[in-house]
């Protein structure tokens, strides 16, 4: 699947413009989106998009002709957050504007991905031309109509993915479990701080459901290495956000590897029961293991944060062994990957553990367990 991110539509030449005005751009594609689109479903991949249905820019074709439109409060500054303000959603004529521009944008062209951004607060939802009850009512509706959308969208266009994305994870929620098939964890894409994220993410949540993403950000200087930062991203759905043009050839051959290991892997990380094995908040490591629903095949990833602590103390003797859990104990099960192979009983491997395969700081390791 290969994404486009903001920018694509009429005006948006910077953040201040554009938002609202859901066609083409047609100095950007004057020839549409479809010639793009072909060529990269040429390669095999999909098409996917992004969108912020819910914003509108004073600079745009749908402020100038319905300001009313935007929340406010007539005696009020109308606060802009990210030069954008809010559409009142709870509107009937809003709810109708958005629903036939992106079923406009999604029957034109054979896009199989909605990114469905929110990166603003629901702030002065004023209603001018609402009478009292309605007005204090306007957060519900508003609601209930953005729930009402994307469930219309869907039923029309129902091989379309979504993804749910507020400024990061602000809207992950078992409400909108239920609509969309997945969540922008965080935009926070340091793979180390991506390593706690998901760990409490997936308390709740299903790993099918949960976007991880390769970039090359580094929040803590500590340039890990292109193999953690594909860990920590495989343990969800894995995604790349990084100009590889800019990779090694040696990082591309690289890369290619673990995308073909995820691809196998993925049933598993998906679909199969996730046990977390090693908080990242009570300790400097991180050990998450997924296993089929059969208990016939499982995969661990193994994280160390860090392997010092302030004072230089070694953290590496708190765990020898990581006790995995979810297997039938009494068969037999092949360990594989970034361990030296071997063979023992589900009961053992549950019972007395697997080594501690990292060495370092930002290291990891990915073992793959498979029945006999």
């Not at 994307?150 to 129902?158: G, I």
């Amino acid at each position: 699947l290969f994404v486009i991110d903001d920018g694509w539509f009429k005006g948006r030449k910077d953040d201040r413009a554009g938002l609202g005005d859901w066609v083409v751009d047609p100095e950007k594609f004057p020839n549409g989106l479809r010639p793009m689109i072909e060529k990269i479903r040429g390669k095999g991949m999909e098409f996917g998009i992004w969108v912020e249905p819910e914003m509108v820019n004073p600079d745009s074709d749908l402020y100038r002709a319905h300001p009313d439109w935007a929340f406010h409060y007539p005696s009020r500054v109308r606060h802009e957050g990210r030069n954008q303000l809010m559409l009142n959603l709870a509107r009937e004529d809003v709810y109708q504007y958005l629903l036939d521009s992106l079923s406009a944008l999604l029957r034109e062209n054979p896009i199989s991905f909605i990114k469905w951004d929110y990166n603003r607060d629901l702030a002065d939802p004023g209603w001018p031309d609402a009478d009292p009850d309605t007005q204090r009512e306007v957060r519900i509706r508003y609601f209930y109509n953005l729930n009402r959308l994307t469930r219309e969208l869907e039923d029309r266009f129902p091989d379309v993915w979504f993804e749910c994305c507020s400024g990061g994870g602000g809207r992950i929620s078992y409400g909108w479990l239920g609509q969309m098939d997945q969540f922008w964890t965080s935009d926070n894409t340091d793979p180390a701080d991506r390593v706690m994220i998901q760990y409490g993410y997936l308390h709740g949540f299903p790993a099918c459901a949960m976007v991880g993403w390769i970039t090359d950000e580094d929040w803590h200087n500590a340039k890990p290495s292109l193999k953690f930062r594909f860990h920590s991203s495989m343990c969800g759905v894995l995604g790349i956000g990084d100009n590889i043009t800019k990779w090694s050839a040696e990082q591309r051959k690289e890369a290619a590897g673990l995308v073909r290991l995820y691809k196998d892997i993925r049933p598993v990380v998906q679909f199969g029961d996730v046990h977390r094995l090693i908080s990242p908040f009570e300790t400097t490591r991180a050990a998450l293991e997924y296993v089929t629903k059969d208990a016939s095949e499982a995969v661990v990833f193994l994280f160390n944060l860090q392997e010092t602590i302030p004072g230089g103390t070694l953290t590496s003797r708190m765990y020898q062994s990581v006790r995995l859990r979810g297997l039938d104990p009494q068969a037999e099960y092949e360990l594989t990957g970034d361990i030296r192979t071997l063979k023992a009983s589900g009961e053992t491997l549950m019972n007395a553990g697997i080594p501690w395969v990292p060495r370092g700081n930002y290291s990891s390791a990915l073992i793959r367990v498979k029945k006999m």
